[in-house]
């Protein structure tokens, strides 16, 4: 929005897509349903955009109830017959491998569709989001080989001599909807796909409206790694239509579902209806505490980062900071100082540190949040605003004398907004820290190791770490308490949600 024709953005101009993502966004993407490329029966398309510049890239299908119906069907028949469920499990990892190294040999391509679609710094996309991506399919492909249960004894009843034979046994679950947001779509897409395909399942993905692309492009990968027909489909659409009919669909047997807290209560009580097993990953509010002893440099640097990246849309955002009255004033001076050194611009941009936000829709969120701690007290000590920009940017924020009762506070905002409180003691910080419906993350920074160990079991949160934050692998589960959701990704817990117990007893 130039005000003047004199007007210079201090947002750089967005460079031109490379000839391999040009040539993808002109294949025109549609559907993936049983291994074919298909249009949507609703012939309707949504438009992509690129939250650098708000114009369009690119449209894709918006898939209707028959779509869904489709889908399930294909996803049925390939679990229920043909090769996939006579496929030994090593070779299932060994497509599982194939997938992974395809994401690495197509690593270039893919952080910069990543970045036109999501806004993010394709720089990121290169160090985080694809080598994750890739990680979480080369560690669930190892999965495939040891699933297993146990034996066990009984002490059933029976003539003089009986005997029983009793087993667990673990079976894929069946098929799978799967249903993913727009802060890190190809992460989000692997860290579905991958431990239900090593357990056996087969799925029906659902990328967000708003980053559908690398999603797509993954579905390419898959058909080339040579996974069967109807193994995997991939339906373009929006929440309230493609999502729902997915969730409510009588035959698909589980859904996992990583968004929003309100979407996660919606698809909770509609899933119940069929009684589908029902996997969580929520919103959080995280905090990062800081004790007096910590160092102060790596607290500064952690603390932003813990904010910042990725623009502050992180589900495990560090968005509320509690630092120690003795060192508060030091570190909001030292975040607020990275804050303002940032520089913002598009995420082709090799010096851009911080990309926009996902759309215009959360950039009026993130900035409606800002106005609304501006009136309920709080002091804005850097940022708060947005540059004059067609693009959906919002200045990284940090927000002082910020009471628990504020929005700011007890709401998540997904942004790049930090709100500061100061604290006396162990005790204080705890409560003040679990005082949120949400406990997905925590991080504390503190050498000392005794306050870590007391502060530790006080905090509410499915993950906590200790001198860093953001830290997650494919090998450490994820999830959250309360209503951050249920259900832990990541490790052998990831295969448990995607397999059923069977228990077997044989008289001999
Ligand atoms: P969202 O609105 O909940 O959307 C997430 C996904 O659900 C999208 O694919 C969305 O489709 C779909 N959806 C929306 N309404 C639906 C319905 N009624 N039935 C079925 N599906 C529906 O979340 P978001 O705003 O995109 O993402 C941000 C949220 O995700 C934040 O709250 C964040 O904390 C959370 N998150 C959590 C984690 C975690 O692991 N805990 C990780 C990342 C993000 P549309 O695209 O059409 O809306
Ligand atoms: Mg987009």
Known sequence: MNASPEFRSEIAPQPEPSPAVAKFLARKPRLLIGGEWVESSSKTRIPVFD?????????????????????????????????????????????????????????????????????????????????????????????????EGS?????????????????????????????????????????????????????????????????????????EAGFPPGVVNILTGYGETTGAAIVAHPDVDKIAFTGSTEVGKIINKSASDTVKRVSLELGGKSPVIVLPDADLETVVGGAAQAIFFNSGQVCVAGSRLFAH???????????????????????????????????????????????????????????????????????????????RDMRVFREEIFGPVLVAQRFD??????????????????????????????????????TVWVNCHHMIDANMPFGGYKQSGFGRENGRTAIEMYTELKSVCIAI
Request: overall charge neutral; charged content about 20%.
């Open 325 to 403: 009255r003795k060192v508060f004033d030091k570190v909001l001076e030292g975040v607020a100082g990275v804050a303002k050194s940032m520089k913002l611009g598009p995420g082709l941009h090799p010096e851009t540190q911080m990309g926009p936000l996902v759309s215009r829709e959360q950039q009026e969120r993130v900035l409606g949040y800002i106005k609304s701690g501006r009136e309920e007290g709080a002091a804005v000590v850097v940022g708060g605003d947005a540059p004059q920009h067609p693009g959906y940017f919002v200045r990284p924020t940090v927000l002082a004398d910020v009471r």
């Open 151 to 223: 034996t066990f004894q009984t002490s059933l009843p029976g003539p003089p001599g009986a005997k029983y034979h009793t087993y667990t046994v673990r079976e894929p679950v069946g098929v799978v909807g799967q249903i993913v947001p727009w802060n890190f779509p190809l992460i989000m897409a692997a860290t579905k796909l991958a431990p239900a395909l090593a357990a056996g399942c087969t799925c029906v993905l659902k990328p967000a409206e708003q980053t559908p692309l690398s999603a797509l492009r993954l579905g390419e990968l898959i058909i």
């Open 425 to 462: 003691d162990l005790d204080e910080v705890a409560a003040a820290a679990n005082d949120t419906p949400y406990g997905l993350a925590a991080s504390i920074w503190s050498n000392d190791l005794r306050a870590v160990h007391r502060l530790v079991p006080k905090i509410k949160a499915g």
């Open 51 to 147: 939250p650098a510049t708000g114009k369009q890239i690119a449209e894709v299908p918006d898939a209707n109830a028959e779509d869904v119906n489709r889908a399930v069907a294909a996803a049925r028949k390939a679990f229920e017959s043909g090769p996939w469920p006579d496929m030994l499990p090593a070779q299932r990892e060994a497509l599982l491998w194939r997938l992974a190294d395809l994401i690495d040999r197509h690593a270039e391509e893919l952080a910069e569709l990543e970045s036109l679609d999501n806004g993010k710094t394709k720089l990121m996309a290169s160090m985080v989001d694809i080598p994750a991506a890739s990680a979480q399919f080369r560690y669930m492909a190892g999965w495939a080989t040891k699933i």
